[in-house]
Nanobody
Framework: QVQLVESGGGLVQPGGSLRLSCAAS????????VNWYREAPGKQRGLVAS???????TYADSVKGRFTISRDNAKNTVFLQMNSLKPEDTAVYYC?????????????WGQGTQVTVSS
């Protein structure tokens, strides 16, 4: 019922910045929780950042001070601002939203967007 469309990935040099976006569309819903995950080749998917209903944010130690998660509830869009990017940040990034609709909760995922940090 809800589709998540990601954008903003690409190739950047070390030290550069990218902003990932994830827009939700579909039937009436509310965003409860938003998470960003990433999956690098040969590694399992890991949580990068999250933001709760009350705006509490959590970050993996590896990205603290460099990444910022935010959301625009009015536009049903979430963002991941990534600064001071490192080659180790290279991965496919996935947006995950816990959505409330018709009295139920749904777990929705974006299609993934590739982030490559290389000289």
């Amino acid at each position: 019922q809800v589709q998540l469309v990601e954008s903003g990935g690409g190739l950047v040099q070390p030290g550069g910045s990218l902003r990932l976006s994830c827009a939700a569309s579909g039937s009436s819903f509310t965003i409860v929780t938003v998470n960003w995950y990433r999956e690098a080749p040969g590694k399992q998917r890991g949580l990068v950042a999250s933001i709760t209903t009350v705006g509490r944010t959590t970050y993996a130690d590896s990205v603290k001070g460099r990444f910022t998660i935010s959301r625009d509830n009015a536009k049903n869009t979430v963002f991941l601002q990534m600064n001071s990017l490192k080659p180790e940040d290279t991965a496919v990034y996935y947006c995950n939203m816990i959505l409330g609709a018709s009295g139920k909760h749904y777990n929705s995922w974006g299609q993934g967007t590739q982030v490559t940090v290389s000289s």
